[in-house]
């Protein structure tokens, strides 16, 4: 039977404009040639959009960036490193791995 099924989509796919995902979603039989072009059209618009900003002027400054020194950058907004952050996978499961705590995850 799911043979019998799996070959009457890839059947049905084959005279599509969505090609197989018309036997793996039904309703999108319902689609009609309109709506595909514009959706194509939407992902082309979104697509072109997302390569003119790869394909911009970096706005990085490389060469001031190359030049700096330690005493040139300002980590006043950086996070302090804690002994956590560092912290092996072992001593966090030590830290982490209790009944209680299991205990207070289950309810969220």
């Known amino acids: 039977m799911n043979d019998e099924i799996a070959r009457r989509a890839v059947d049905d796919s084959e ?10 979603f039904p309703e999108l039989a319902s689609l009609t040639d309109a709506d595909l072009e514009w959706a194509r059209e939407q ?23 190359d030049a700096m020194q330690d005493d040139d950058i300002h980590l006043s907004d950086s996070p302090k490193i804690t002994p956590t952050l560092l912290a092996s996978e072992t001593v966090l499961r030590r830290d982490w791995d209790e009944p209680e705590e299991d205990g207070a995850w289950t309810d969220l």
């Open 15 to 24: 005279d599509s404009p969505i090609g197989p995902l018309a036997g793996a």
């Open 43 to 65: 992902w082309q618009r979104g697509l072109d959009r997302q390569l003119e900003l790869v394909s911009a002027e970096p706005l990085t400054d490389w060469d001031r960036f």
